[in-house]
């Protein structure tokens, strides 16, 4: 079989992810991108437990530590900014589960390290997207948003939440409402300047009518700031498909009588240049694929951010797809089978939320949140109710779900003369193919 020609939507953590291992085993990635440069922006992010293997295989586990923010904890703040609750940061070879964890870094740093390490065996455009595919008998025909007609064996889409693949794939075979569960939740997310005052702790901040107000670091002179709430969500809704502006004053809105900090963070909101707002969603969806065409990470099965293991598993996704690819490579559709049987019970884990989750810990009253603030305390004080209580909120993956291993993906493998020139030859008959019949 000659190399394979694989066209990825997405230029995000779960795209490079698998150009690294699909050109690591000879075939040809190309990743495109619609925004004009690789996405750097986005908001504190960690790998946990399967994430960690597959960065280990990835052998880019040191290059990560060097990403890593120095976050001693998180700890919840009255409207004075009293302590009432911290819970410090878990390492993960202790089993243990926590809001912080020992790989904690900023998401547009794992970007362009995976960007870094696949950028010369892999093709990146950026400013395109895949406007129409068509799936033949042994390839896939994509027009793309710049006018040209290209032809490859596989197109991937790893286009986050908001997959324009997945809309493709969907139509026709299900319903993107069914497999699109909205939490409720809306969260605007920005660059924040730091100020001598800010501790290397995670804070948040609980203010009546279901707000929540969240600061981390990330440097000695910036971090960032989360407006959050479960409240007005039609005007949120409405204002989402509206330009940043009104984003912006309608969550200035929201937040201006909150207390704490919030006159800071407001203008600190106004002032930033990479602010994002979104609606915080879970993607169920019983169809990963369709011929020739297979989505990756967010796009596929987004767990929300709620979780924990969004990252985790657009790594994991990434390694079982090339890995499949691997062990199928004449037969993509049973590759594809094997990919949804592996995955899709660490996946089904992952968008499993306690019950109650988010409501509980978006309180309506001041009552509700100084009850919520004692259970808090409490659990910091009884270590054992720590752990009993993470493992309630964030069972440990490893214990559900053995990562696979693949043979084919330990060496490194570079295509022969004789399969590039049948690869190049095979693309070239098609071309004239579909030119002149």
């Not at 440097?219 to 949120?236: F, I, N």
């Amino acid at each position: 079989m000659p190399p394979l020609r694989v066209l990825i939507c997405g230029g995000g953590i779960a795209g490079p992810a698998l150009a690294f291992w699909l050109t690591r085993i000879g075939h040809s990635c190309t990743i495109i991108e619609r925004f004009p440069s690789l996405r750097t922006n986005g908001q504190q992010i960690d790998i946990r437990d399967q994430g960690i293997d597959v960065a280990k295989r990835m052998g880019l586990l040191e290059e990560i530590r060097k990403l890593i923010i120095d976050e001693k904890g998180l700890q919840f703040v009255d409207n004075k900014g009293k302590q009432k609750a911290m819970f410090p940061k878990v390492k993960s070879n202790t089993g243990q589960q926590g809001f912080t964890t020992e790989f904690e870094m900023m998401r547009g740093d794992l970007c362009k390290l995976l960007a870094d390490v696949t950028k010369d065996k892999t093709e990146y455009r950026f400013g395109v997207s895949v406007d129409e595919f068509k799936n033949e008998a042994d390839h896939v025909k994509v027009k793309l948003s710049d006018g040209r007609v290209e032809t490859y064996d596989i197109l991937v889409g790893a286009d986050g939440q908001g997959s324009r693949t997945r809309k493709m794939v969907l139509q026709g075979e299900d319903s993107e409402n069914l497999c699109l569960r909205k939490l409720g939740l809306y969260i605007a997310f920005y660059t924040l300047p730091r100020e001598p005052e800010d501790t290397s702790l995670g804070t948040v901040y609980h203010a009546p009518g279901q707000r929540v107000m969240i600061t981390r670091w990330r440097s000695k002179m910036l971090g960032q700031g989360y407006l959050a709430t479960m409240a007005h969500a039609d005007e949120l809704e409405q204002v989402l498909k509206q330009d940043v502006t009104k984003q912006r004053d309608l969550f200035g809105r929201i937040f201006q009588d909150a207390g704490w900090q919030a006159d800071r963070l407001i203008e600190a909101m106004y002032e930033s240049e990479d602010f994002y707002a979104q609606s915080i969603v879970q993607l169920q969806s019983k169809i990963w694929s369709k011929g020739r065409v297979v989505l990756l990470g967010d796009a596929g099965y987004c767990p929300s951010p709620l979780t924990g293991m969004g990252t985790s598993l657009a790594l994991v996704g990434a390694y079982v797809l090339a890995g499949e690819i691997s062990k199928n490579q004449n037969n993509l559709d049973m590759a594809f089978k094997e990919y949804d049987k592996t995955l899709r019970p660490l996946v089904d884990r992952a968008h499993k939320l306690p019950p109650g989750v988010p409501g509980i810990v978006y309180p309506k009253s001041e009552s509700a949140i100084k009850i919520l603030h004692w259970v808090l305390g409490l659990m910091t004080i009884f270590k054992t109710w720590i752990d009993l209580a993470f493992q309630y909120l964030i069972i440990p993956m490893e214990e559900q779900w053995k990562l696979p291993d693949y043979p084919e993906l330990k060496v490194e493998k570079t295509p022969s003369r004789e399969q590039i020139c049948h690869q190049e030859q095979y693309h070239r008959e098609q071309y004239y193919q579909e030119q002149y019949h």
